[in-house]
């Protein structure tokens, strides 16, 4: 089942480190979509990526978060300086294309930072 | 602002009754909407989906229901099964200017007692 593939499925960080999340879109899928789950509420839109491209990041916080997603390999979301406000489930999502297409998500990145 | 909101935050049911999971949304312009099933330590599960030119769309044992004279959805789940227990969210997307952003209403718990 090669669906979204999304690592590590759990990470702890100390406050101050680098936070680093992976995810492989399912074959064929070029657009790319990263949401934050706080506990016991609905997934927040954080950034829209197609290949090589950022589409919109108007969900990213401005300072410490990054996306990218390159020609070659995974997307990566990128979270430098961590606090403990980013704990958090993250979840990559992957289409076909973009606007009005089902978003399939992965199993998401579990973020605790101590 | 825009919203999707849930009308009831947890659902309860017998093994074989029929389920209703409602969800209101607030933007007229919304146009494709999404219901997602999500369990427990995993990413949200497509469902179905269904664009603002129908009103109605079945699937396998789902219908979902479009309203939107009254900007409503829900989803029926038919002869429930304890493997649906599980928390339920509608997404939205609308208009160009949001992009192919999902907006996440905040779930309905729906438990299925044996």
């Known amino acids: 089942n090669a669906g979204v593939m999304q690592n590590p499925r759990h990470l702890v960080r100390r406050r101050g480190q680098e936070a680093r999340l992976r995810c492989s879109p399912m074959?064929?899928?070029?657009?790319v979509y990263w949401y934050r789950q706080l506990p016991e509420e609905g997934l927040k839109f954080m950034v829209y990526l197609q290949k090589e491209n950022i589409i919109d990041e108007s969900g990213m916080p401005k300072e410490r978060f990054s996306a990218e997603f390159p020609k070659e390999g995974p997307s990566i979301l990128r979270i430098q300086q961590v606090v403990r406000g980013d704990s958090a489930a993250y979840f990559c999502?992957?289409?076909?294309?973009?606007?009005?297409?089902?978003?399939?998500f992965g199993d998401g990145t579990r973020l605790s930072i101590l | 602002g825009e919203s999707v909101g849930l009308h009831l935050p947890t659902l309860s049911v017998q093994e074989g009754d029929n389920s209703i999971i409602n969800c209101a949304y607030s933007?007229?312009?919304?146009?494709?909407f999404i219901w997602y099933k999500q369990e427990s330590g995993k990413g949200p599960q497509f469902i179905i989906d269904i664009r603002s030119n129908m009103d109605k769309r079945q699937g396998q044992r789902v219908t979902v229901l479009l309203n939107k004279t009254v900007k409503h959805l829900s989803l029926q789940i038919a002869a429930t099964q304890p493997g649906d227990s599980a928390v339920y969210f509608c997404a939205e997307n609308w208009g160009e200017t949001s992009g192919s952003r999902l907006t996440f209403g905040e779930g309905t718990q729906l438990t299925v007692n044996p």
């Open positions: 933007n007229s312009a919304s146009d494709y």
């Open positions: 999502a992957s289409s076909p294309q973009g606007r009005g297409q089902p978003q399939h």
């Open positions: 074959k064929g899928h070029s657009h």
